[in-house]
């Protein structure tokens, strides 16, 4: 499906990751998928996937045996051993028998079917493919780390350890170990026989072999085998004898050289390998990603040579992992994987590197081609790397240089600069925005200011205000703008990236007069020719600005979600027109193009609201993360989404054209070649970027409910993965409800945790464990620290949302829970005093000593000796002394509390003596204060009070007690820092309590409250409460817009109100339109008048929905509204008058319109004029499609009313077009007798009215008559079908014919058609219209000239895609087996038959693409657009029916019916001769004038 593809990184860590088979096809694990890649000499292609593993894959190895090179199998941390079949990339067996992550594997080289591997635990299992058998063995309980089939004995498996052992065991035996063999201090990495069997050669050069009474006297078959250990050493071992025969120590070879990042640690990673038909060489890794060639027969100390000489270029810049060799059209090849995320190819008997495929260790956030260096395309990783891949390389097509300085972050947005070669801007998840120049090795320029979040776009642009100031060499000529996660535009002067980046909202809000908070930003867009600035928003809309000011012109209100793409259509278009078209994608699936022509170009005073789309492309059904435009093609899109698929579209026809599925996640990024026009390059988070080809995918439109079967995937996946805690069988959960996890989908930028990748992948980067909620009451009932917890918990989920009976059921459970515990029995207080507590214990003789002693001390004048109260063994008799022998009681005593951690015994001692302010420095430094120790402190002075209470709060902080800490900084009037607390918690509601009590009600505290809470919730979705806090903070513009943010229709109508209470008109407007028009949809007609009717300004759209009532209440019974009509108003009712006339009397009696009134007419006319009409597409909804022909209906009739007559037949002739446009026959026949209830004479009025110099008017008279003809032609035809006796011909003849069932789904049946049209004979002869006059006005010959020369150039357009799709073949054409929307090919040939001119196409596409040169081609077409310059204007800005076709049906008609004049017939005739040059035109008139 891809042409070419960079695939996700190897995994790290892993002793055999990668295998080659003997067909040259390379397999590698990459998180939980193993890639295929086609191996040669001079370039890898991928051939594919295999998927099935749900955790990181471990371990993979081919089977080596003739005829079936095409098995393999591998491991994964799943605890899953999988058989597998390249070829048909299908699962064929699996087995789970390991019960722990396996390590290990390898397809014995002897033993067809033996599949060996090893886990963790010890456990080695042998798995026998053909006969489905396995045996489990455990020779040693050690964890293993790699293993390895003899390929000279099929019973012998060496099995590496952790502790360096290696064991040799006997698979026939039950696992018995044969050998021990120990000399490695370390884990064992990597194991490898040697190829040959015997022994002998290498015995007798070793110099140092002494135990020659214990050789083998002839050579005997064991086979050496090399080791590879992290203790820096490889060692070759006899298996026969089971002693190592040789070492050889690693050199010191680390460099360090420009690719290497010194903040990624990594540790030393031995592998080994043998390679097949070298017995004396091994090949091994080395300390920083070299590899080396060890010589084992050569004398000397250095025995190795580097691979790649000393060219840091071909080396890894980082440790290897995995070896592989094979050997292909006479060259031995070796195959390296490293940390460095680079794959190698090396020539073994040159030691060169031959190629290196890059990979990709991170999502692709964003891909760019450069403007200036055609074909250079940067990827911006998730591995915090930015990638340049040279894509137009002929020798190399995998040429890409890495760059790492500086970013240490996922690279989420790259750009371009537009002239300046090399220069390429970034963004990064952590909030950093930087310049690198590609062309030099020097570090990037980032930007002083940082972003707070995560930048998601990046655009260069002219500069604006402050940045354009000053003269033309003090500014510079481009700005870099950055857009983030937080909703903020940076300017960044990229002359002076150290000086501090502007944010454009403040001139946004300057130059517009803006005083509500604008909608955080989510994307931005320059128009090519830098004079335009598109935002897209937070909220779905999109503003668009003119540069330098920002004045803005328009804003479109047609997404209602989260904007994430924005682009302006390429400038080199050959239609003017399409330059302004803007393409936006959103995270409701939808895609919109808007044509802003007319607001760019002529700008009003005030911005125009834009709520109707040019095109509507829908089909992805999840979010769209990127779009863009083919630089080839005009009106070609491609869009990726969170689907999973890329998908292309024809914008004008509103077609899709292909959908390409060949990534296995979401997409997030996409860019057309810039050279050629059949290659697309798609980026997502399955770690890959590929090149594809339009022309070769199979598939048209995406795949339904894709992001059902993906979000289920993705959740089994991390239910495996998150650890459940196991929680005790007696103790319930707090709410059933509480404990459910929503599984939300992250952002672009934040990525859930998957399976885990290779190394520093995207899922490392997380917490493995979360705990969210609060812990149980039963859990923490008696220990402080977790009621602590518990009751932080509880403050933070009352504010976040959490409902009141939750918090009452809590209260109740704690009560209950207390009262449980009365009962018991109370345990006695401890001691202030236990030493001298203790001393009362003793034995009776002591105790009357005591007393003795006493006595002593009391009536002797000096001291007693051998007797010192309140000390030693004499404590207790300081109670009973003086105060000094009290003091020295109380000092024994607080050593005995710090010794048992009593600290609050030992501050009270203190507090006794008065020593408040050691009691409360103490306290504090123990961090023991209480409420009790805090009430005193004023007793020792304000300044002890305050720092003791600003310590208790640092306290009760660290203990989560916010609310406690908040009320004790408001007790030392630090009111300012108590609500800063509680704001810093999240305790907005209390914060607020508190400063709406203390605080004046005009401080800004107050407000930047509400705003910060009002956010919060906005963010979480709580949308009612965060109004009311916008409300209360005076932003009633920021809570009518989050109201409506839900877009339900309840809600519109409140958020409409409640803009109107606060004197927002525009916006009560704008959400009023919206909500009315959502009414509509759902055919509301009685709720979408009421809602209208509270705006005095928008009569004129009243007035809209007006007609559109009527015309759907009139067309209710044609076939045209197929849905059910409930809520309708009386006066829509069809009356026996004209519809026009009708319109005009429920204008005036019901809505109040003076048609006199002319300056109201006017008025209304313009209102009208200003709403976004866009043109029909058959993929236009019917009730959208008669909302718009509503629109044109009213402004013909205040057209009328004005007496302007020139605009009432122009819109009235787009109102019956927009059903031939949109290929509804029905809908424009209906139109026009509905319009044109007299058919030509009523059209014969109003050309009366029009002004006879007046050229214009006379061309779109023309044009109107042309159609009313166009219809009656068509009447006519199944009129004298009808008539016909041969029914069973006629009917055969009108399948397939007309173009009401070629192009109308909901064409009339026959039945209906032949009632509806008895009398159209004598209606169309009354009128005159099948006449000779009736054929004159549809023959007409300029149009005929002009059609003919699109069609011929449309014709020449196909052959150039033919042309280039030349070296294709066998590939399909999508959408071009659709017929005609018209029709009229089919006419003359048996459904049978039917070919058309796409068989004809296909058929003749060799022999053009060999006929015809492209500079010929290209000649044609300018000879044809000349043509269309020389044909008056006039002719080409009207439709006009197709003159060809009427050619057709008027010789269909004569033939069959004989009813047309031969000269007319000869006409037609020479109209088909001299312009039918389309081969199915042709084949279709010469048919009939045979």
Known sequence: MHERLLPASPNWYCSRCSDVNSDGILGFGAKNTIYLLKVTATSPTVLGELNGHTERVSGFAFCRHDGQENICASTSDDKTVKIWDIDQKALLTEHSVHQSIISAIHWSPVEKGLVVSGDEKGIVVCYWHGRNDTHSFFPEPRTIFCLTCSPHNENYVAVGYKDGMIALIDISKKGEVVHRLRGHEEEIHALTWCPEAKEEALYSLQEDNTDSSNGLKDAEVGGYLASGSRDQTVRIWSTARGKGVMTLKLPFLKRRGAGVDPGVKERLWLTVHWPNGRPSQIISSCFGGELVAWDLIKSGKQKWTLLGGSSDSQNHSRIVFNVNSLCLEDRELLISTSMDREIKCWDLALLECCWTLPTLGGFVYAIGFSPVATGCLALGVGDNMIRVWNTLSVQNPYDTKTYWQGIKSKVTALAWHSVKEGSLAFGTDDGKVGIYDAYSNKPPQISSTFHRRTVYCLGWGPPIPPLSFGGSGDRPSYSLYSCAGEGIILQHDPWNLSGEATNIDKLIRDTNNIKHKLSPHTDLSWKPDGKVLAIGNEDGSIEVYAAPNLKLLCSVQQHHKIINALRWHHP??????????????????????????????????????????FRSLSGHTNKITNLAWSPHHDGRLVTVSYDGTAQVWDVLKEEPICNYRGHSGRLLCVQWSPVDPNLVWTGGDDFTVQEWAV?????????????????????????????????????????????????????????????????????????????????????ALGLSKETNKDVCGAEKTHNGGKSFLAVKKDVKDEKKKEKIELPLKKRKPRSILPLSTSMDHRPKEELQQDCLDLASVTHAKGEVAGCVPGTGEHIQLGLFTDREALFQMFKEEEESHVEAGHYDSMMYLRLWKGDLIGALNLATEKGELTDHLVSLAPMAGYQVWAKTVESYVKQLCMQEQFLKAASHLVSVHKLYEAIGLLKAHQLYREAIALAKARLRAEDPVLKDLYMTWAAVLERDGHYTTAAKCYLAADASFDAAKVIAKKGDVMSLKTAANLAKIAGESNLSQSLSLRCAKDLMLSQDWLAAQDILSKQDTLLGHRLQFCVSEMLTRCLAHTGVVTWSLTSMHAWSEPADEGFLAAVCRVWKNVFGLVPTDLDEMRALHHQLRAIENPPATASVPMKQLLFHVALDVALSVLSQLLGDWASVVEELLRAVTRGFEAGHFTLMTEMCELLLPQGMDSVEVYKRRLMKDDEESLDVYQSLEAFVCYQFMYRDWWRHSCCSNTNSHSTEDMNGQTPVENGDPNHETRTTIQSKDQDVEATVRSKGSVGEGFWKILLSEPHANLQATQRAIEDIQSRVSLLVQHHHPQEPQPNLCALPQTGFCDITQEPSSLEGPVGLESKQRSSVAESESFPALVVQVTEHQKRIAAIPDHLKKYPFPDVLECCIVLLYMNKHFGVIPRHVCVEASSLLVRYGSTSSLHKAWQKLTL
Do not use: F
């Open 572 to 613: 080199h278009s050959g239609r003017p027109e399409l330059r302004c078209l803007l393409a936006s994608g959103s995270s409701n699936a939808l895609v919109y193009v808007h044509d802003l022509c007319s607001a760019i170009e002529n700008p009003s005073e005030s911005p125009v609201l834009v709520t109707e789309a």
């Open 695 to 779: 022309s070769k995918q199979e598939h048209v439109r995406p795949p339904k409910r894709v992001h059902v079967l993906v979000g289920r995937r993705r959740v089994e996946l991390e239910k495996k993965k998150v650890p459940q805690k196991k929680t005790k069988k007696k103790k319930k959960a707090i709410g059933k409800g509480g404990a459910k996890v929503e599984e939300n989908e992250a952002p672009i930028g934040e990525e859930e945790k998957g399976a885990a990748g290779s190394g520093l992948d995207e899922g490392q980067s997380y917490d493995e464990d979360e705990e969210g909620g609060c812990v149980s009451i039963s859990t």
